[in-house]
T-cell receptor, first 116, second 114 residues
Framework: DTGVSQDPRHKITKRGQNVTFRCDPI?????LYWYRQTLGQGPEFLTY????????KSRLLSDRFSAERPKGSFSTLEIQRTEQGDSAMYLC??????????????FGPGTRLTVL | AQSVTQLDSHVSVSEGTPVLLRCNYS??????LFWYVQHPNKGLQLLLK??????LVKGINGFEAEFKKSETSFHLTKPSAHMSDAAEYFC????????????FGKGTTLSVSS
Protein backbone atom coordinates (compact mmCIF):
# COMPACT_ATOMS: atom_id res chain seq x y z
CA ASP A 1 0.00 0.00 0.00
CA THR A 2 1.57 3.30 -1.08
CA GLY A 3 -0.89 5.59 0.70
CA VAL A 4 -0.51 7.56 3.92
CA SER A 5 -0.24 5.32 6.96
CA GLN A 6 -0.73 6.13 10.63
CA ASP A 7 0.11 4.24 13.78
CA PRO A 8 -1.52 3.34 16.06
CA ARG A 9 -5.06 3.29 14.71
CA HIS A 10 -6.52 3.49 18.20
CA LYS A 11 -5.10 4.73 21.50
CA ILE A 12 -6.76 4.73 24.89
CA THR A 13 -4.95 6.56 27.65
CA LYS A 14 -5.57 8.01 31.08
CA ARG A 15 -5.71 11.71 31.68
CA GLY A 16 -2.28 13.14 32.36
CA GLN A 17 -0.36 10.58 30.31
CA ASN A 18 1.72 11.40 27.25
CA VAL A 19 0.95 9.89 23.86
CA THR A 20 2.79 9.87 20.54
CA PHE A 21 1.39 9.17 17.09
CA ARG A 22 3.28 8.42 13.91
CA CYS A 23 2.50 9.28 10.30
CA ASP A 24 4.23 7.94 7.20
CA PRO A 25 3.36 10.06 4.14
CA ILE A 26 3.36 9.06 0.51
CA UNK A 27 7.06 8.68 -0.24
CA UNK A 28 7.45 11.36 -2.91
CA UNK A 29 5.43 13.99 -1.03
CA UNK A 30 7.42 16.74 0.66
CA UNK A 31 4.47 18.31 2.48
CA LEU A 32 2.85 16.81 5.54
CA TYR A 33 -0.15 18.02 7.56
CA TRP A 34 -1.82 17.15 10.85
CA TYR A 35 -5.53 17.69 11.46
CA ARG A 36 -7.84 16.93 14.35
CA GLN A 37 -11.45 15.79 13.92
CA THR A 38 -13.92 15.71 16.78
CA LEU A 39 -17.26 13.94 16.66
CA GLY A 40 -19.71 15.58 14.28
CA GLN A 41 -17.21 18.11 12.98
CA GLY A 42 -14.97 18.48 9.98
CA PRO A 43 -11.21 18.14 10.37
CA GLU A 44 -9.38 21.17 11.75
CA PHE A 45 -5.85 22.07 10.74
CA LEU A 46 -3.13 21.71 13.39
CA THR A 47 0.24 22.05 11.69
CA TYR A 48 2.16 21.71 8.42
CA UNK A 49 5.66 20.64 7.42
CA UNK A 50 7.56 21.21 4.22
CA UNK A 51 10.33 18.65 4.30
CA UNK A 52 11.64 18.84 7.88
CA UNK A 53 10.62 22.45 8.51
CA UNK A 54 7.46 23.17 10.48
CA UNK A 55 6.07 26.17 8.61
CA UNK A 56 2.57 26.65 9.99
CA LYS A 57 0.96 26.06 13.36
CA SER A 58 -2.69 26.58 14.23
CA ARG A 59 -3.71 28.32 17.44
CA LEU A 60 -5.36 24.97 18.24
CA LEU A 61 -1.88 23.55 18.80
CA SER A 62 -1.38 24.29 22.47
CA ASP A 63 1.96 24.07 24.28
CA ARG A 64 1.15 20.47 25.21
CA PHE A 65 1.30 19.49 21.55
CA SER A 66 4.53 19.06 19.63
CA ALA A 67 5.12 17.74 16.14
CA GLU A 68 8.33 16.76 14.44
CA ARG A 69 9.50 15.56 11.07
CA PRO A 70 13.19 15.01 11.71
CA LYS A 71 14.34 13.70 8.35
CA GLY A 72 11.62 15.06 6.15
CA SER A 73 9.97 11.66 5.89
CA PHE A 74 7.76 10.36 8.71
CA SER A 75 6.30 12.66 11.35
CA THR A 76 5.33 12.30 15.00
CA LEU A 77 2.72 14.17 16.98
CA GLU A 78 3.10 14.11 20.75
CA ILE A 79 0.52 15.23 23.27
CA GLN A 80 1.78 15.76 26.80
CA ARG A 81 -0.39 15.63 29.93
CA THR A 82 -3.46 14.55 27.96
CA GLU A 83 -6.85 15.96 28.84
CA GLN A 84 -10.30 14.56 28.11
CA GLY A 85 -10.80 17.36 25.57
CA ASP A 86 -7.96 15.88 23.52
CA SER A 87 -10.15 12.90 22.63
CA ALA A 88 -10.50 13.04 18.86
CA MET A 89 -9.40 11.50 15.58
CA TYR A 90 -5.96 12.74 14.58
CA LEU A 91 -5.49 12.77 10.81
CA CYS A 92 -2.32 13.03 8.81
CA UNK A 93 -2.20 14.09 5.18
CA UNK A 94 0.52 14.61 2.61
CA UNK A 95 0.81 16.42 -0.70
CA UNK A 96 3.27 17.22 -3.43
CA UNK A 97 4.59 20.65 -4.35
CA UNK A 98 2.15 23.53 -4.06
CA UNK A 99 0.46 24.32 -7.34
CA UNK A 100 0.55 20.74 -8.50
CA UNK A 101 -2.94 19.33 -8.14
CA UNK A 102 -4.19 22.46 -6.42
CA UNK A 103 -2.93 21.46 -2.98
CA UNK A 104 -4.67 18.10 -3.13
CA UNK A 105 -3.97 16.35 0.13
CA UNK A 106 -4.07 12.59 0.62
CA PHE A 107 -5.27 11.48 4.03
CA GLY A 108 -4.34 8.57 6.21
CA PRO A 109 -6.89 6.47 8.14
CA GLY A 110 -6.34 8.44 11.34
CA THR A 111 -5.51 7.66 14.96
CA ARG A 112 -8.47 7.68 17.29
CA LEU A 113 -7.48 8.92 20.76
CA THR A 114 -9.66 8.33 23.79
CA VAL A 115 -8.62 9.99 27.04
CA LEU A 116 -10.27 8.50 30.12
CA ALA B 1 -10.33 34.65 5.82
CA GLN B 2 -11.74 31.67 4.06
CA SER B 3 -14.66 29.61 5.36
CA VAL B 4 -17.10 26.97 4.21
CA THR B 5 -20.77 26.51 5.04
CA GLN B 6 -22.51 23.26 4.29
CA LEU B 7 -26.16 24.14 4.28
CA ASP B 8 -27.54 20.73 5.28
CA SER B 9 -26.24 18.59 8.10
CA HIS B 10 -28.23 15.57 6.90
CA VAL B 11 -29.68 14.64 3.49
CA SER B 12 -31.84 11.56 2.89
CA VAL B 13 -32.61 10.21 -0.57
CA SER B 14 -33.97 7.05 -2.09
CA GLU B 15 -31.79 4.82 -4.22
CA GLY B 16 -31.94 5.92 -7.86
CA THR B 17 -32.97 9.51 -7.11
CA PRO B 18 -30.75 12.60 -7.54
CA VAL B 19 -28.39 13.83 -4.85
CA LEU B 20 -27.74 17.50 -4.06
CA LEU B 21 -25.35 18.51 -1.27
CA ARG B 22 -25.06 22.27 -0.89
CA CYS B 23 -21.94 24.26 -0.09
CA ASN B 24 -21.20 27.98 0.07
CA TYR B 25 -17.73 29.36 0.57
CA SER B 26 -16.07 32.62 1.51
CA UNK B 27 -12.66 33.48 0.14
CA UNK B 28 -10.49 36.56 -0.29
CA UNK B 29 -8.45 35.05 -3.10
CA UNK B 30 -9.00 32.64 -5.95
CA UNK B 31 -9.79 29.50 -4.04
CA UNK B 32 -9.33 25.86 -4.75
CA LEU B 33 -12.41 23.89 -3.78
CA PHE B 34 -12.77 20.21 -3.01
CA TRP B 35 -15.30 17.62 -1.98
CA TYR B 36 -14.08 14.78 0.21
CA VAL B 37 -16.06 11.72 1.30
CA GLN B 38 -15.59 9.79 4.52
CA HIS B 39 -17.08 6.33 4.89
CA PRO B 40 -17.38 4.86 8.39
CA ASN B 41 -14.02 3.67 9.70
CA LYS B 42 -12.28 4.72 6.49
CA GLY B 43 -10.03 7.61 5.59
CA LEU B 44 -11.04 10.75 3.74
CA GLN B 45 -11.16 10.28 -0.01
CA LEU B 46 -11.08 13.04 -2.60
CA LEU B 47 -14.20 13.07 -4.78
CA LEU B 48 -13.35 16.03 -6.98
CA LYS B 49 -11.55 19.38 -7.06
CA UNK B 50 -11.86 22.79 -8.67
CA UNK B 51 -8.66 24.73 -9.34
CA UNK B 52 -9.69 27.61 -11.66
CA UNK B 53 -10.06 25.52 -14.79
CA UNK B 54 -13.49 24.34 -15.98
CA UNK B 55 -16.30 25.44 -13.68
CA LEU B 56 -18.11 22.11 -14.00
CA VAL B 57 -15.97 19.49 -12.36
CA LYS B 58 -16.48 15.76 -12.71
CA GLY B 59 -15.31 13.43 -10.01
CA ILE B 60 -15.32 9.79 -9.13
CA ASN B 61 -18.38 7.56 -8.77
CA GLY B 62 -20.57 9.80 -10.95
CA PHE B 63 -20.37 12.90 -8.76
CA GLU B 64 -19.91 16.37 -10.15
CA ALA B 65 -19.88 19.92 -8.83
CA GLU B 66 -20.27 23.36 -10.37
CA PHE B 67 -18.26 26.37 -9.25
CA LYS B 68 -20.44 29.51 -9.31
CA LYS B 69 -18.41 32.55 -8.38
CA SER B 70 -21.38 34.93 -8.43
CA GLU B 71 -23.19 32.75 -5.90
CA THR B 72 -20.03 31.66 -4.03
CA SER B 73 -21.34 28.12 -4.26
CA PHE B 74 -19.88 24.71 -5.03
CA HIS B 75 -22.77 22.27 -4.79
CA LEU B 76 -22.21 18.53 -5.22
CA THR B 77 -24.62 16.52 -7.36
CA LYS B 78 -25.17 13.01 -8.63
CA PRO B 79 -27.98 12.00 -10.99
CA SER B 80 -28.79 8.69 -9.33
CA ALA B 81 -27.92 7.69 -5.77
CA HIS B 82 -26.56 4.27 -4.91
CA MET B 83 -26.65 2.58 -1.54
CA SER B 84 -22.85 2.72 -1.40
CA ASP B 85 -22.98 6.54 -1.53
CA ALA B 86 -24.14 6.67 2.08
CA ALA B 87 -21.33 8.50 3.90
CA GLU B 88 -20.19 11.83 5.33
CA TYR B 89 -19.33 14.48 2.72
CA PHE B 90 -17.10 17.49 3.34
CA CYS B 91 -16.83 20.63 1.27
CA UNK B 92 -13.33 22.09 1.54
CA UNK B 93 -11.69 25.38 0.56
CA UNK B 94 -8.02 26.14 0.17
CA UNK B 95 -6.24 29.38 -0.62
CA UNK B 96 -2.67 28.63 -1.61
CA UNK B 97 -1.84 32.33 -1.42
CA UNK B 98 -3.00 32.46 2.19
CA UNK B 99 -1.47 29.26 3.44
CA UNK B 100 -1.64 25.55 2.93
CA UNK B 101 -4.34 24.45 5.34
CA UNK B 102 -7.54 22.94 4.03
CA UNK B 103 -10.62 24.50 5.62
CA PHE B 104 -13.38 21.93 6.05
CA GLY B 105 -17.10 22.42 6.39
CA LYS B 106 -18.91 20.64 9.19
CA GLY B 107 -20.03 17.88 6.86
CA THR B 108 -23.27 16.53 5.42
CA THR B 109 -24.41 13.01 6.24
CA LEU B 110 -25.97 11.36 3.20
CA SER B 111 -28.41 8.53 3.87
CA VAL B 112 -29.67 6.36 1.01
CA SER B 113 -32.72 4.17 1.44
CA SER B 114 -33.81 1.29 -0.76
Amino acid sequence: DTGVSQDPRHKITKRGQNVTFRCDPISEHNRLYWYRQTLGQGPEFLTYFQNEAQLEKSRLLSDRFSAERPKGSFSTLEIQRTEQGDSAMYLCASSGSLGVGGNEQFFGPGTRLTVL
Amino acid sequence: AQSVTQLDSHVSVSEGTPVLLRCNYSSSYSPSLFWYVQHPNKGLQLLLKYTSAATLVKGINGFEAEFKKSETSFHLTKPSAHMSDAAEYFCVVSEPQAGTALIFGKGTTLSVSS
